[in-house]
């Protein structure tokens, strides 16, 4: 059974940097586009940014110039490095993987359970 773990979430002051990461486990043959989303309170699920397996990489247009985002389609993992951080990307945030396991010859999307953000003084 796939797994997708995030890590690196937690409190950080305004101006400061996170680095995410989410991990896939299980039996995998590939992994394909991977991305990150965030939901605030409140607010719907949004994108972040998104990485092919070609390396093409997609940052939302409001995130561009603080959020890189990077990852090893090899090693199924993804990672976004989220800097100059603001009050307004608290949210939690979710990694998602396109994957296509051994024992089901389809592939699926997966998500993971999501890691709290939270910027504040």
């Known amino acids: 059974q796939v797994q997708l773990v995030e890590s690196g979430g937690g409190l950080v002051q305004p101006g400061g940097s996170l680095r995410l990461s989410c991990a896939a486990s299980g039996s995998i043959f590939r992994t394909y586009a991977m991305g990150w989303y965030r939901q605030a309170p409140g607010k719907q699920r949004e994108l972040v940014a998104s990485?092919?397996?070609?390396?093409?990489?997609i940052i939302a247009d409001s995130l561009k110039g603080r959020f890189t985002i990077s990852g090893d389609n090899a090693k199924s993992t993804v990672y976004i490095q989220m800097d100059s951080l603001k009050p307004e990307d608290t949210a939690v945030y979710y990694c998602?993987?396109?994957?296509?396991?051994?024992?089901?010859?389809?592939?699926?999307?997966?998500w993971g359970q999501g890691t709290q953000v939270t910027v504040s003084s």
């Open positions: 998602n993987m396109y994957i296509t396991p051994h024992d089901i010859a389809v592939t699926r999307l997966y």
């Open positions: 990485t092919t397996s070609g390396g093409d990489t």
